[in-house]
């Protein structure tokens, strides 16, 4: 078995579903264009509905107005404001099936994740699906299963990339990083490679359980907001520390080596190429 999926049944959803595939222009992009037309700054839409920065993440695709929201930057957009919310419903929808896959999955609800996730198979990204089939074969102790899902997942055209900005919150990607933490150590647990289910275990923490909103309700901005606990706060704090010393110290080494000898230079590229390894394990940690 290469991924999850749904039973015939329970797949029906994707059919009937939210119309999130072969979409033409998406909702935030429509309303980028018709507040250019209209010749509006984000300001000047944003003016007595929300805060101003709020159209800036509306219009990115991070941030979903709320129904009451929606209908008021309809009307002063001058669009059919039935159909601008009928055209924002299936995103709407999707935010709502995140966070509650997030909440079923901190609380490990996996009878709540796989309904949900079979009620809203047509709302979901292909990485998600497979990623969250991967947790649950996990959690059924098929770690066959597991990593035939989780592999799907990385191979997923829609998976996260750096190179790509992924459509979703800060908190969702969080989300979805803790899922795939969870799963590696549970794998790794039920194969007997218990070091690296603590190393997992310990991403997952700190990925903390987050569950944001993601939708603008009104003026100042988000209905809900990301938390972090003071513990995870400090640790990320430390861990920028720790890269900018690192940072400091391969400047430091580099501009040693325009005074350096032949052998000299090369012990000091050696210490900066050491160095350089120690900033990107710093970075997994906190990024």
Known sequence: MTGWEPSPVQSRSAVHGAGLTGVGVLPWQQLQMARTRLGLSRSDLARGIVGASAISHIEAGRAIPSETVLEQLGQ?????????????????????????????TSAGDWANVASTLADAWGVLTRFERHLYGALLHAARGDTSSASGSLQAAWFAEDAPRPEVTWPGTAAEVRALERAEALCLAEIARQSGRTHAAAYWDTRARRRGCYTEANEISGPGGRGATMSMTGEELGYQDAMRQVERALRRRAKALEE??????????????????EVEHLIGVVQSLHR
Not at 78 to 93: C, F
């Open 76 to 104: 002063r957009l001058q669009v059919d404001v039935a159909k601008w919310k009928a055209d924002w419903a299936p995103w709407r929808r999707r935010a709502q099936v995140r966070k509650t896959l997030a909440r079923a």
């Open 256 to 273: 040693m080596e325009a005074d350096a000898s032949e052998e000299q230079l090369a012990l000091l590229q050696a210490r900066k190429a």
